[in-house]
């Protein structure tokens, strides 16, 4: 009843052209470390965009950023608790003693479908036996190595594809290094900063250009459940940057190359289904991302 209450007088206030949280400053926190430098950017820039977008119906606002390093565990607990952070991008909520009902989810359809976009980061000396097994009868026969609990994980087991873990990401690499697996799926939006930068230490490390991986991979921001407010803002938010195409604007000078990139050579595009969503949903994401960039692959289904 008092929420039905407040709504009413929100709603009245605005319709007099007043703001029914005017005056109020309200601080947001969130994390400003995982992901590539790139990727974190862009995030950190639709947040401030999804919030801009409702300030005339709920306010000013102050992002606060927490700049520590953190385990991924650690950061999800953290924002169950809400007293470091009120919000976290993650694809999952998943975890060592988390608690899902702590949080509100938020979907942010924010990267086109790319971040189930997979570059497969692999050895000059594999690359070659990626291509001859890059289709959905034999690609099997490859072993892919992943972050150690990566909802990706789930996702590559569910279609019969085996995986080798890794307790942490920069591990990955002297492990591919020494044969440990055929190749490491990473998000084309994160995958080219990745290789140039391990390209420091390791050589020999490469890009397969014949072959990508797709599977959906939908995106969340994960509010503290003590903050429902602050969730409806986000939501309000994104689908306004959506529908008047400043969201789209704002991936295209993050990730304009990511075009001239799928032009340099057309590419078999294996789609793998994720086992965690809907038929539904699968095909949505799969749908948003071929909307741009169908031209570059060609598309094989596993199932």
Known sequence: MQLHFRRLC???????????????????????QGYSPLLRLYLANVLKLTLDKTVAEYGPYELVYLEEFMSSNRLKLETEKGALLDLLFSPHWNGRYVDSSKVIPVEFPVLNGMLGLRDLITTQQARAHIKEKGNPQNFGELTAGLGEKWIDVEILAGNQIPVVEAHNFDALFPMLMHGRFDYIPLS??????????QRE?????????????????????YVHAGKPQLAERLHKGVQIALQDGSLQQLFDRHFHYVWTELKVQKRKLIVLKNPLISDERNEFYLQQLLSRYEEGFEVLHTQ
């Not at 929100?10 to 400003?32: C, D, K, M, Q, V």
């Not at 939006?189 to 140039?196: G, I, S, Y």
């Not at 230490?201 to 599977?215: A, C, K, M, N, Q």
């Open 188 to 197: 084309t939006l994160e995958a080219h900063t990745t290789l140039a930068n």
């Open 10 to 32: 929100a709603a009245f206030l605005l319709w007099l052209g007043l703001s029914p949280y005017a005056g109020a400053t309200e601080i947001i926190r969130h994390y400003n």
């Open 201 to 221: 230490i390791h050589p020999e490390l490469t890009l397969s250009r014949d072959v990508s991986l797709f599977y959906a991979l939908p995106f969340y921001l």
